[in-house]
Antibody, heavy 119, light 106 residues
Framework: EVQLVESGGGLVQPGGSLRLSCAAS????????MNWVRQAPGKGLVWVSR????????TYADSVKGRFTISRDNAKNTLSLQMNSLRAEDTAVYYC????????????WGQGTAVTVSS | SYELTQPPSVSVSPGQTASFTCSGD??????ASWYQQKPGQSPVLVIY???NRPSGIPERFSGSSSGNTATLTISGTQAMDEAVYYC?????????FGGGTKLTVL
């Protein structure tokens, strides 16, 4: 079964750091670009970051550029998001999502992990 | 920055056709995807490349795109289709989601 499982969310103070992980299984992880997408409580989906198959190319939303770092370990089938200098507005459920074989459509999503930034 | 605009809500009766629009500058020249998200669940891809259905998505879901607008259509809407629907496209290596349209099946 194709599956993505996020972990690492929790409560963190403003200015703090958190590292999210996404464990992939059931498919050849190293063959797919991957994304992080977030959703603030009661709000819509917002793309955060994307990484290519070997980690050599990464892109970020302006709102997180310079604070968040996406990475992957193809040997461990794991996607990561290092989040630094966290702000209240980063509070959201964070999903990892696979870039499907068709032009950037995200065809597999994890269940999400919740991040709360609050003092 | 690029924006995709969706109406906040659509209401239909069971068995009727529900249509969702997504507007963006020159969207017809991009590849639009559509996602369904039910309360408390992760999004599910229902249309990709404007008009393609992933395996497992019912045939009542269809998509089209022209000019500045992409459209998702649900024919013969069922109660189980009640959800929020998001459109998405890529612009200069950045993914953009519309604000979402909540479908109510009356």
């Amino acid at each position: 079964e194709v599956q993505l499982v996020e972990s690492g969310g929790g409560l963190v103070q403003p200015g703090g750091s958190l590292r999210l992980s996404c464990a992939a299984s059931g498919f050849t992880f190293s063959s797919y670009w991957m994304n992080w997408v977030r959703q603030a409580p009661g709000k819509g989906l917002v793309w955060v970051s994307r990484i290519d198959i070997d980690g050599s190319s990464t892109t970020y939303a302006d709102s997180v550029k310079g604070r968040f770092t996406i990475s992957r370990d193809n040997a461990k089938n794991t996607l990561s998001l290092q989040m630094n200098s966290l702000r209240a507005e980063d509070t959201a459920v964070y999903y990892c999502a696979r870039d499907g074989p068709a032009a950037g459509a995200m065809d597999v999503w994890g269940q999400g992990t919740a991040v709360t930034v609050s003092s | 920055s690029y924006e995709l605009t969706q109406p906040p809500s659509v209401s239909v009766s069971p068995g009727q056709t529900a249509s969702f629009t997504c507007s963006g500058d020159n969207l017809g020249h991009k590849s639009a995807s559509w996602y369904q998200q039910k309360p408390g669940q992760s999004p599910v891809l229902v249309i990709y490349q404007n008009d393609n259905r992933p395996s497992g998505i019912p045939e009542r879901f269809s998509g089209s795109s022209s000019g500045n607008t992409a459209t998702l259509t649900i024919s013969g809407t069922q109660a189980m289709d009640e959800a929020v629907y998001y459109c998405q496209a890529w612009d200069r290596s950045t993914a953009v989601f519309g604000g979402g349209t909540k479908l109510t099946v009356l």
